[in-house]
């Protein structure tokens, strides 16, 4: 837990963990220690087509959650992940006959959240996503992503692309973690800010936006009148992204970059923040609607 310079409490999250009850290399108590040891206050557990309901293992608040894996491993044809959390009940699906929408459907049924999971890992396009209804959150990151056999991490540019379509999905980072070496384990969270960490409160949070992305810098975004004001823990880069091509005041570079302020252009439509770290961590905002 981080409590900034207004007395707000932030809380540490990651939302999208896998264990050696499906295709992950720890269990769940080693998992625990792990990300408990990594100043996490609360994971999902998202074991494939196993529910896992809400809990606390050795002191870390286990969040509900399942990942439903949709189609085969070819991109071409049918593949999406959806990652439910927050349900109040095992959604019962079975993968035999479970359908997109009917994925999505039964988590919000449950009281869930659904999520378009790693969508460039997939080669989602902006079709696969505007077919379906009932999206709380889309990955923008995911770690898992960019290791081993995989090179698809950053999921950015078919966001950017639906939100250019007016389907704007609030966005988080997850580790999707699976092997616990160092390269997908403890890297890619949200950053929540709630009233406790109690899991009930966190879900609370979460839904009303009140959470930022990250990697390591933290991140507060907010609109002035015709200002986006970012403010970071020290960074080399700031970037203000839109539907705008290119802008003057876009990019703030410099060793040791902490603030900046940008001019809401009249074309823009929407708008979000991204920071980049010394050691290449980034932070990402929620897209802004404008």
């Known amino acids: 837990m981080f409590?900034?310079?207004?007395?707000?409490?932030?809380?540490?999250?990651?939302?999208?963990?896998?264990?050696?009850?499906?295709?992950?290399?720890?269990?769940?108590e080693e998992m625990a220690r792990i990300y408990k040891n990594a100043g996490f206050d609360a994971v999902a557990m998202t074991d494939h087509w196993v529910y896992h309901g809400e809990d606390e293992i050795d002191g870390l608040k286990i969040?509900?959650?399942?990942?439903?894996?949709?189609?085969?491993?070819?991109?071409?044809?049918?593949?999406?992940h959806i990652v439910g959390f927050g349900m109040q009940k095992?959604?019962?699906?079975?993968?035999?006959?479970?359908?997109?929408?009917?994925?999505?459907?039964?988590?919000?049924?449950?009281?869930?959240?659904?999520?378009?999971?790693?969508?460039?890992w997939s080669l989602n396009d902006k079709k696969d996503a505007e077919e379906l209804n009932g999206f709380s959150f889309v990955e923008i990151y995911n770690s898992v992503s960019d290791v081993y056999m995989s090179n698809r991490a950053d999921s950015s540019y078919l966001i950017e692309s639906l939100a250019n379509d007016g389907y704007i999905i609030p966005i988080i980072a997850t580790d999707d973690v699976h092997y616990y070496n160092g390269q997908d384990n403890c890297i890619s969270y949200v950053m929540v800010k709630a009233e406790s960490g109690e899991v009930k409160d966190i879900l609370k949070?979460?839904?009303?936006?009140?959470?930022?992305?990250?990697?390591?810098?933290?991140?507060?975004?907010?609109?002035?009148?015709?200002k986006i004001i970012a403010e970071c823990s020290p960074c080399k880069k700031i970037a203000f992204m839109s539907n705008a091509a290119w802008a003057r005041d876009r990019m703030v570079r410099g060793d040791w970059v902490e603030s900046a302020?940008?001019?809401?252009?009249?074309?823009?439509?929407?708008?979000?923040v991204e920071v980049t770290d010394k050691d290449g961590n980034r932070a990402w905002s929620n897209i802004i609607k404008l």
């Open 3 to 28: 409590i900034d310079k207004n007395g707000d409490k932030w809380y540490k999250v990651g939302l999208h963990i896998h264990t050696t009850v499906s295709d992950g290399k720890k269990t769940p």
């Open 63 to 80: 969040i509900s959650g399942c990942e439903y894996n949709l189609g085969s491993t070819n991109t071409i044809g049918d593949t999406m």
């Open 90 to 120: 095992d959604p019962k699906l079975v993968r035999e006959t479970a359908t997109r929408q009917g994925v999505i459907d039964k988590i919000n049924e449950c009281g869930g959240f659904a999520v378009f999971a790693h969508p460039y």
């Open 205 to 226: 949070a979460l839904s009303e936006g009140n959470y930022y992305s990250s990697q390591g810098p933290h991140l507060e975004v907010w609109r002035d009148g015709d």
């Open 261 to 272: 302020e940008y001019t809401i252009k009249d074309l823009e439509k929407w708008l979000r």
